[in-house]
Nanobody
Framework: QVQLVESGGGLVQAGGSLRLSCAAS????????MGWYRQAPGKQRDLVAR?????????DYVDSVKGRFTISRDNAKNTVYLQMNSLKPEDTAVYYC???????????????WGQGTQVTVSS
């Protein structure tokens, strides 16, 4: 059984900072990527940032967060972090952790999701 456990959401004023954490646990053979998606009310879930868990750790960011958000990883802990600075009201959403990983009991990779954490930025 694979679990993704998130922490770090909350309420912050515009211009403030928050740090999200997500730890993957359970019967994991290998993790390809970990990342963060967000979903605002009435909107689809979109990619915010993603990091490769392979050597080099390449990253991807949606344009709207470049220069403000930083994704990082701790491979030993199967954990990914999202440092969010200069937050704006439009960043308000439920943030979901995602991992593209292969469980021990399967021969293929699949997407796994956390339960979501609310981030609210007040103006």
């Amino acid at each position: 059984q694979v679990q993704l456990v998130e922490s770090g959401g909350g309420l912050v004023q515009a211009g403030g900072s928050l740090r999200l954490s997500c730890a993957a646990s359970g019967s994991i053979f290998s993790i390809n990527t970990m990342g963060w998606y967000r979903q605002a009310p009435g909107k689809q879930r979109d990619l915010v940032a993603r990091v490769s868990m392979a050597s080099g750790g390449s990253t991807d960011y949606v344009d709207s967060v470049k220069g403000r958000f930083t994704i990082s990883r701790d491979n030993a802990k199967n954990t990914v972090y999202l440092q969010m600075n200069s937050l704006k009201p439009e960043d308000t959403a439920v943030y979901y952790c995602n991992a593209f990983l292969r469980p021990l009991e399967r021969s293929y990779y699949g997407n796994y999701w956390g339960q979501g954490t609310q981030v609210t930025v007040s103006s």
